[in-house]
Structures are given as C-alpha cells and as structure tokens.
C-alpha cells in the first residue's frame, strides 16, 4: 500500500480589512492557512482567445466533471473585471459568455474605453472559479491579449489544482487522465501537472517560510505562472506530468526522440495527436525528500535533457531587495541540475 502524500500546512495571522456602511473600513487579524500542498495542472497556450475558447470550454467541463461531487469546491468566481462573488447562475452565464466569443476582435481595435481594463490587467478575457476558502480547488483562465502581430513570447494560460487529499482518494491514475482530457483539444505549447505549493504570499516574500521545505522535498513546485511571464514555447521546470508541444518537441526528435534520451525505468513518453506528447514520471506523483535519500532520478534525468528549452529564471524581472531571497529562488530553480 502506498504511503500517504506528504503534506504541508503553515497557518498564521492575516491582517483583512471590510467596508461596512456606519462604520467604514475596519481591519481585523485573522488566522489562515498561508502555505498549502495540492496538486496542480498548468497549460500554456500560445493563441487568442478566439482560436482556443471551445478547448478551454471542454477542460473546464472536464474539470467540472471530475469536481461535481466535492463539497466546496466551486464557491465564488471572478469574470472579466467583475468582483469576485458568489458562484451563482448569474456567473456561469458570464462565464460560458465569456466561452463563446461571437466574433474575433483585435485589441488594435479597442476603442480607449474598451482598451483600459485588458490592458491594464494584461488579459482578455478570462476568469477565475475558487472554492471554499483553504480547501484547494481552483480553476483558472487568462487569455493573451489578442494584438493582430502577438507579442513574442505572450501565451493564454490555463490553471486547475484540486487538494491533496483528492489525489489520494481519487488516485494518480485518475488524476492523470483528467489531465490528459483536460489537454486534449487545447494546442499548448507546453505544460505539466503535479505536486505544489500554494502560498497566500508572494513566494518573495514567503521564501523563508517555504525554505526548509522546497530544499528538503524538491518535488514540490511553488512557481505558479502568470500571463505578464511572457511563457512562450519554453517548458516551465519539471513535473511528475510534463506536456510537451512544438517547437520543443520536434528540436527533441519527435517522442520516438526523446524516448531515447530517458533511461529511467519508471519513465514514460506517450505520443499524443498533433505531434505532442506527455512525459511521465513514474506511477505517481512524488515530493522527494533529500534527508532521507529520496532525490528524484527521473525529475533530474528529464531536467537535465529539457535545460535548453527550460525557461530562465523565472523571477529575473524581479527587484530584489534581499540577495539572499534570489540566491534562495535560484538555489530551487535549479535543484533538478546542480
């Protein structure tokens, strides 16, 4: 019998504040649950919304599917510049509006009105579905900005992550083929599904928080992609599942290639339609734990065939206050190489 997922939970105080009519702002201190384990799937997409909306339509269906039976898991959303609220008919109708795009529209178009808030929040359109506070589940979507010449580099990007415990109740292997239904209308340069942090801070500012756990179980990803990291075709670190799509891909000789490279016996490389593929790392996901010589041989063979694809630093646009906070941040991205 397998052993339990490792777990990771930091509670501590939080400073929130309310508007309430007599009495204004007030602040309070409340206890939350800062760090959490779950498990996460990420796809980054290098097209318009246009060209994507029915496959993103069908990985939230799927999503939807695989959560229907959990309680709290769809609790309040958040859709193209509304405030976030409760789940409600009213937001799915937006948000399956926002699905199907009646025509294609250029943001060279937008008149200056039109133009203020994609611009300024760096997506249109997308939305944002959570559950129940602390609980883990999430569904989350960014779509580019939709220039006629795209910036180099700007993908849509797709997110999911479920609990820890569903893993275990549900199992990897079911976990695994949602991921696989979940990709398989979505043209995604790259993507991955796995074990991660989740953290109620910047990773910034939370790293010595985080520190002795990500130098102890390397398995876990705490870097959670955004639009503004200009993603483009290159692959975003090493994860139990990684999706791979073109150009990188084809640069690796094809699956037939890349099978080739990976000796590791818990390794697969299943071919997928459309000339991609999904590498995996052994039956399960794992978090690794260096002290007690569980070092991921198969997370660093497969980082060490990717490091030309892999994406650099991830916070290198990042004004560093502290060296030792980036030394800390590189010291991780790199864990599977050095």
Known sequence: MRQPYTRIRI?????????????????RIEDRLLVRDLVRI???????HFDIAPAVSHALDSYLRAVSDQPGALSEYVCCYWESRKLSARGWELIRDTLNPKQRRFADDYTRDEAFYPLKDGADPYFHIYGEQDTGYSFTYDARIPWREPLRNSVSVLSATFPTEYLETRGAGFVRELALDMASRLPFASGHAGLALSTWNSVTKDLERLRPVILRHPGFDIRQATLRDDMGTRVDGVHWLNFLGQPVLGELGGAPGLRTRLQCPTTTVQELEDTRAVVTLGPCPEAGDLAGGQTLPAYRELARVLEPWLEPFPWRLTPFTDSSVEQGLRRWWRRFLD
């Open 11 to 27: 509670s501590g105080p939080i400073k929130t504040s309310s508007w309430t009519p007599g009495l204004g702002s007030v602040e």
């Open 42 to 48: 990420v796809f980054f997409v290098p097209h318009d």
